[in-house]
């Protein structure tokens, strides 16, 4: 388990990962549950998820593009630099501008496979 993660949230799912479905926990349980029960807001739910899964993010080229054309601080930071900054959230004020313009693409993309979608 991560670190980074809390007690409660290392007990969830370990409760969650049973092999045996008769030792897992219910949903009414997970409901329940401390961590989920928490006051913990959305955006540090998906700040935290995004910082355990941050190996998996693959960095969009055209985006990283379309990011460094913007009059952006960047602090000197090169194209890796920047990619792993954006993988571990490690500067905000341009991780925002990456997660708005990948937002945007994903929008988009998704219009144009809906329009494909109602021309078959």
């Not at 807001?41 to 995004?50: A, E, F, G, R, V």
């Not at 379309?66 to 920047?82: P, Q, R, S, W, Y």
Request: with cysteine.
């Amino acid at each position: 388990m991560p670190l980074k993660l809390s007690e409660p949230a290392k007990d969830l799912i370990k409760r969650m990962l049973q092999s045996d479905p008769m030792d897992r926990i219910t949903i009414a349980e997970i409901k329940n549950h401390t961590w989920f029960n928490n006051d913990i807001s959305l955006y540090q739910i998906i700040d935290n998820n995004k910082y355990v899964y941050s190996s998996l993010v693959e960095v969009d080229q055209e985006i990283l593009h379309t990011l460094t054309k913007l009059n952006v601080n960047f602090e000197n930071l090169d194209e890796e630099g920047i990619k792993k900054a954006i993988r571990n959230r490690e500067r905000k004020e341009f991780c925002v501008i990456y997660e708005f313009l990948e937002y945007n693409k994903n929008k988009k993309d998704n219009e144009i496979k809906k329009e494909k979608l109602k021309s078959i």
